[in-house]
């Protein structure tokens, strides 16, 4: 498992709280019918928080009222916003609570989800440097340190491959770092796969921004793991486009290979309505535009590495990408690469062909995922730079844009100045990430 190793005391049973802000008078508790009624846990599987059963069945929701009114009074347990899939938990670390073996508290949450549904796990603290942990009815594990470099915040978003109660422990990176925190689990059935096709215009009666460009905004469903491509295209004037997560990190894009085109390209990591903003560069252009949103893409989960061959910072490779490579799940052939880095350092990793369009990918060892279609609009050359969060084993792939795509290519690693690097240029969401042709 890449990441921090997670160790358990040989028994742990935790014990945790949570505060939920909804009113009572809204809950219908249902009745005591359950197997598991009257023994001081809730095994409805509609809330979540720390009076919440180890084992949670969809058979006993509104079936265990009694113990779930009570825990809910208690402050123990908080229901699941059916209109979002959203369940809520507010809690502290504190020295009062159990102890992973390095010394870091830890507090344990449980949600229950089927197989085909996404979840996504938020936490978030401005007092200690968060740490997220969520295990799966079969034992794996999944963890998360800084969630796009924040350290007060970390983040999961999991395909659901098995039925069942799902475990989320939040801890600290550090040992003996204490505070509050807040806590969101999102679970809900993956959107549609979709291909959406727009034909309009800007026109001087629409709305404007502050600023005075006129704009056109449209919305999608969106799930977490799921990669998405939103392209904006107009002959009439010089396109912008914004699109706006459910968390409201937005991403922009003024140019991308040309002042007439405009993307984003990213992973979603959010169950929610996506927003876009169809716009333009100066302020009261006019003219028709297409916008097409596909979410067909491969996700970015498929790109992760197999086999990586060794590369060493200050160096170079010469590749191949052809038939008999590792293939991605769409069908595009690729290489995998690894080099050691260490915390500090500011480094650049380039990719160049005249053969195919290139693609890149870099994951480092907390797993935050950095890609690159197009540097600087040129589809020949793919780069990322970032400053190295921690001292590690970082993983490249190197790949193709389109399916099959084949032919040379140089793959590049090198120690870069750290005041070269534009960081989230144009609001790209990424705290160290430079992506040419999604920034400015």
Same mark, same amino acid.
């Given at each position: ?5 997670? /160790? !358990? ?10 505060? *939920? ?21 809730? %095994? ?43 369940? *809520?938990? !507010? ?10 073996? #390095? ?7 449980? !949600? ?13 603290? =401005? ?13 794996? /594990? ?37 505070? *509050? ?22 026109? *001087?009666? %629409? ?26 295209? =107009? ?16 991403? #922009? ?53 197999? #086999? ?6 200050? =160096? ?59 540097? #600087? ?28 795509? =084949? ?32 920034? %400015?």
């Amino acid at each position: 498992m890449i990441g921090k190793p997670f /160790q !358990f005391l040989a028994v742990v049973i935790l014990l945790f709280s949570c505060v *939920s802000t909804n009113a009572q008078s809204n809950i219908e508790f249902g009745d005591d019918t359950s197997t598991w009624a009257n023994d001081d846990e809730c %095994d409805d599987p509609r809330f979540v928080g720390r009076g919440m059963a180890t084992t949670l069945l969809e058979d006993d929701a509104y079936h265990d009222a009694a113990d779930c009114r009570n825990l809910f009074e208690r402050g123990r347990i908080s229901l699941v916003d059916s209109a979002d899939g959203i369940g *809520s938990s !507010f809690g502290r670390l504190e020295e009062s609570d159990r102890k992973l073996d #390095e010394g870091e508290f830890v507090d344990e949450y449980s !949600f229950y989800a089927e197989a085909g549904q996404v979840a996504t796990i938020d936490l978030r603290s =401005s007092e200690f440097d968060t740490y997220l942990f969520v295990v799966a009815p079969n034992g794996d /594990q999944d963890d998360n340190d800084d969630h796009e470099g924040d350290q007060d915040r970390s983040q999961l978003a999991m395909a659901i491959e098995e039925t069942g109660a799902y475990k989320v422990y939040v801890t600290s990176y550090e040992a003996a770092e204490a505070g *509050s925190y807040t806590l969101n689990i999102a679970v809900d059935s993956p959107p549609q796969v979709a291909m959406f096709e727009e034909r309009g215009s800007l026109d *001087s009666g %629409d709305e404007a921004l502050p600023t005075g460009e006129y704009f056109d905004s449209y919305e999608f469903a969106g799930g977490a793991g799921q990669r998405v491509r939103v392209d904006l295209r =107009s002959n009439d004037f010089d396109t912008y486009l914004i699109v706006v997560p459910p968390d409201g990190e937005q991403q #922009e894009n003024d140019d991308g290979d040309s002042s007439s085109h405009s993307f984003v390209e990213f992973e979603m990591t959010r169950l929610g309505q996506y927003k876009v903003l169809v716009t333009s560069y100066e302020e009261g252009e006019t003219g028709n535009y297409l916008l097409e949103i596909d979410q067909s893409a491969q996700s970015v989960e498929t790109r992760r590495p197999r #086999e990586s061959q060794p590369i060493t910072v200050d =160096s170079d490779v010469n590749g191949v990408l052809e038939d008999g490579d590792e293939e991605l799940d769409a069908g595009e052939y690729s290489d995998e690469f690894e080099f050691y880095a260490e915390a500090g350092d500011a480094v650049r990793i380039e990719m160049s062909s005249v053969e195919f369009d290139t693609y890149l990918v870099v994951m480092t060892p907390a797993e935050e995922v950095f890609q690159n279609d197009d540097y #600087e609009g040129s589809t020949e050359r793919s780069a990322v730079e970032f400053i190295v969060q921690e001292s590690g084993s970082y993983n490249i792939v190197a790949t193709s844009y389109e399916a099959r795509e =084949s032919g040379d290519y140089t793959l590049a690693v090198t120690n870069i100045d750290p005041g070269s690097i534009a960081i989230a240029a144009s609001g790209t969401g990424r705290m160290f990430g430079l992506f040419a042709g999604i920034s %400015d």
